[in-house]
């Protein structure tokens, strides 16, 4: 069982920065890639990026060069920085593990509550 807290959420104007944290608990974390899903109104969860315990983060295109995960696992916790932020950021961010590493929403087992993160124009 894994246990995840997201925190960081709110709202900004276009080209802001936001940071996510999502802390994990639960037995044997260094097994799990930990990442972030995203759902924007009305739409699917789209796949944002995953960390493993060690090794670079991948990421979906539409994110790369602006957001940024990172582990800190004395802390267990895992980080989204969001940089230049558009409106088509908007969504409600899932923290996310899972053993095997996917792109697939299916495939993740164990989600946090989630927290809204609106860019404005």
């Known amino acids: 069982q894994v246990q995840l807290v997201e925190s960081g959420g709110g709202m900004v104007q276009t080209g802001g920065s936001l940071r996510l944290s999502c802390v994990a608990s639960g037995r044997n974390l260094n097994e799990y890639f930990i990442g972030w899903f995203r759902q924007a109104p009305g739409k699917e969860r789209e796949f944002v990026g995953v960390?493993?315990?060690?090794?670079?983060?991948i990421y979906t295109d539409s994110v790369k060069g602006r957001f940024t995960i990172s582990r800190d696992n004395a802390k267990n916790t895992v980080y989204l920085q969001m940089n230049t932020l558009t409106p088509e950021d908007t969504a409600v961010y899932y923290c996310?593990?899972?053993?095997?590493?996917?792109?697939?929403?299916?495939?993740?087992?164990?989600w946090g509550q989630g927290t809204r993160v609106t860019v404005s124009p």
């Open positions: 996310v593990a899972s053993i095997m590493y996917s792109r697939r929403a299916d495939t993740y087992g164990y």
């Open positions: 960390s493993a315990w060690s090794g670079g983060p």
